[in-house]
């Protein structure tokens, strides 16, 4: 199984200023390259926990004592960290998005460039696939999902189309989407107006949001004193979350200030946002829109 090299690996795993003898969480194990690295910085007393619902994941399992990989959503983080009896953590590294792998394997629908049955389900246990997105949504709730998370302006009209054209004949594959939708994809544009749609059902499919926001609200909670987060982002609706969240503790509105005008955020920034090199995107193509942000607890 092919899984590409980790972005930002370095960069990320530093943020973590990892201790000897701490206890680490690695939320999208993925192919392992963050966790392995985190291993090799770590002593013997050290701990790693990873999280990873695709089952593919199992197959690069480290074995080490020191390494649980915990077969969930990593939106349930406090929880199955509390059955191995963890209450805080001195670290959590998050990769989000969609693995190499799962691009690169035409089945799991993810590409645009293979033909596969429109699935999109990174936990192949989920009931709602990419499939019934497409077939069943109401012509609203689509074009809801594609303005809202593709960020598509004619999310209207295409929502339109696919709805038209099913009642013709069921959409079934990825080439199948592509051929209703090909009035929509100038060639010029055709990849970067397809990754769109692809994000915005995968999006929905895997609920990624509501994942990443009940993972954040987790983490102040987990955090030893100096404890650090590390999130590599993807596009701008994660980076957006992730960004708001670490200045204010909130993903919308303002936080409340005490009569002294001082507010009560959980987490604050540790150094500059971090892009990945010209090198690195050279080598691995992935990392082109990545986004590194680290947070401590709030002093």
């Known amino acids: 199984m092919s899984y590409h090299n980790p ?7 530093d943020a973590l200023a990892i201790k000897e003898n701490g206890v680490y969480v690695d939320v999208t194990f993925g192919g392992g390259g963050h966790s392995r ?3 090799k910085r770590l002593g013997k007393n050290g701990k790693l926990f990873a999280f990873d619902q695709d089952p593919d994941a199992l197959a690069n399992e480290i074995d ?5 990989l915990i077969q969930e959503n990593f939106r349930f983080i406090a929880r199955f960290l509390r059955f191995y009896r963890i209450k805080k953590v001195d670290g959590i590294l998050a990769d989000l998005g969609v ?3 799962q691009f690169d394997e035409a089945e799991r629908g993810f590409s645009t460039r293979f033909e596969g049955d429109l699935d999109m389900r990174m936990n192949q246990k ?7 997105v497409i077939n069943n949504y109401s012509e609203e709730k689509l074009a809801e999902i594609l303005f809202l998370y593709g960020e598509l302006r004619n999310s209207r009209k295409i929502a339109r189309t696919i709805v038209h054209e099913r009642g013709i ?8 989407l592509k051929e209703v939708l090909k009035e929509f994809l100038p060639k010029a544009k055709e990849h970067k107006i397809l990754a769109q749609i692809f994000q915005a059902i995968r999006i929905e499919v895997n609920e ?3 994942v990443l926001k009940e993972f954040l609200q987790q983490v102040p909670n987990l955090l030893n004193d100096e404890g650090r987060l590390s999130v590599i982002s993807y596009h701008s609706l994660e980076d957006r979350l992730v960004k708001r969240f670490i200045q204010t503790g909130l993903f919308q509105g303002e936080p409340e200030k005490d009569v002294f005008g001082n507010s009560n955020e959980p987490l604050m920034k540790v150094g500059k946002l971090i892009i990945p090199s010209k090198e690195e995107i ?3 193509n992935r990392a082109r829109s990545a986004k590194l942000r680290i947070a401590a607890l709030k002093k």
């Not at 972005?7 to 795993?13: R, T």
């Not at 004949?169 to 199948?176: A, H, L, P, R, Y």
């Open 7 to 13: 972005v930002l690996l370095k960069e990320s795993v």
């Open 126 to 132: 989920s009931k709602i696939s990419a499939k019934e």
């Open 208 to 210: 990624e949001l509501e």
């Open 282 to 284: 050279k080598i691995n």
């Open 169 to 176: 004949k069921k959409i079934e594959t990825s080439f199948d």
């Open 99 to 101: 693995s190499s792998h």
């Open 64 to 68: 080490d004592e020191r390494f649980v």
């Open 37 to 39: 690295e985190i291993l």
